[in-house]
T-cell receptor, first 114, second 118 residues
Framework: AQSVSQHNHHVILSEAASLELGCNYSYGGTVNLFWYVQYPGQHLQLLLKYFSGDPLVKGIKGFEAEFIKSKFSFNLRKPSVQWSDTAEYFCAVKGPSSASKIIFGSGTRLSIRP | NAGVMQNPRHLVRRRGQEARLRCSPMKGHSHVYWYRQLPEEGLKFMVYLQKENIIDESGMPKERFSAEFPKEGPSILRIQQVVRGDSAAYFC????????????????FGDGTRLSIL
C-alpha cells in the first residue's frame, strides 16, 4: 500500500538549532517527492521537490532534503532554524504521471522558541 | 497573478443541509484536486478532475459527496445532508497538464474552506 510516515508529530527547537524531520515512504515504482509547509492560518506552500537527478535537493528559505532510495527516505533539513520557521511540515509522495494523486504524511508541527 | 482561489473561506452548516465548496484553479491549469484535512491529521486525497471529467475519485466517500469541474466556471465539491464528521478543512489544488517541458508539475494549493457542522 502507498503511504508516507512522518515519525515526529511535534518538534520543539530553539532558534539557531539544526533541524531534521524524518520522512519514509512506501510506494511501488518511480516516485516524485515533496515537502510542503503550512504556516498558521495559511495554505500549503511547496518547499522543495525531487523528481530525478541529484538526490540532494535545495528548496526555499534554506531548506534541503535528501532522497535515499535504499532507505525509502526523504528527510528535510535546515542547518539553523528561525522563529519564522514555526509551521506544520508535510512530506508527500506522488507517482510520475499527472493522474497520480499526492499522498501526504500526517505532518510534523515545528515550534521554534525565540 | 492569482493563485488557486477557494470560496468561501469558512462555511457553517447545520446537520442535514448541503455544503457547496468552490475552487477556481490557477490560470492555465486544467487539473484540479480536492483534499480533506481533519483536525490533527494530514491531507487525504479525495478526487482528481480535469475539465468535464472525473479522473480519480478513489478518495471520495461513496455517498453524499460529489465533485464536478465544468467546461466553464469553478470546480465544485458538493456535500449533501452534512453530518458532524464532515467538519474539516477542504483544500483544492491545481496543476497544468503534463505536456513536454511541463511534465511532473507540482500542485499549487488554495487557502482552503473550513467547514463547520453545527
Amino acid at each position: 500500500a502507498q503511504s508516507v510516515s512522518q515519525h515526529n508529530h511535534h518538534v520543539i527547537l530553539s532558534e539557531a538549532a539544526s533541524l531534521e524531520l524524518g520522512c519514509n515512504y512506501s510506494y511501488g515504482g518511480t516516485v516524485n517527492l515533496f515537502w510542503y509547509v503550512q504556516y498558521p492560518g495559511q495554505h500549503l506552500q511547496l518547499l522543495l521537490k525531487y523528481f530525478s537527478g541529484d538526490p540532494l535537493v535545495k528548496g526555499i528559505k534554506g531548506f534541503e532534503a535528501e532522497f535515499i532510495k535504499s532507505k525509502f527516505s526523504f528527510n528535510l533539513r535546515k542547518p539553523s532554524v528561525q522563529w519564522s520557521d514555526t509551521a506544520e511540515y508535510f512530506c508527500a509522495v506522488k507517482g510520475p504521471s499527472s493522474a497520480s494523486k499526492i499522498i501526504f504524511g500526517s505532518g510534523t508541527r515545528l515550534s521554534i522558541r525565540p | 497573478n492569482a493563485g488557486v482561489m477557494q470560496n468561501p473561506r469558512h462555511l457553517v452548516r447545520r446537520r442535514g443541509q448541503e455544503a457547496r465548496l468552490r475552487c477556481s484553479p490557477m490560470k492555465g491549469h486544467s487539473h484540479v484536486y480536492w483534499y480533506r484535512q481533519l483536525p490533527e491529521e494530514g491531507l487525504k486525497f479525495m478526487v482528481y478532475l480535469q475539465k468535464e471529467n472525473i479522473i480519480d475519485e478513489s478518495g471520495m466517500p461513496k455517498e453524499r459527496f460529489s465533485a464536478e469541474f465544468p467546461k466553464e466556471g469553478p470546480s465544485i465539491l458538493r456535500i449533501q445532508q452534512v453530518v458532524r464528521g464532515d467538519s474539516a478543512a477542504y483544500f483544492c489544488a491545481s496543476s497544468p497538464a503534463d505536456t513536454g517541458t511541463n511534465s511532473n508539475q507540482p500542485q499549487h494549493f488554495g487557502d482552503g474552506t473550513r467547514l463547520s457542522i453545527l
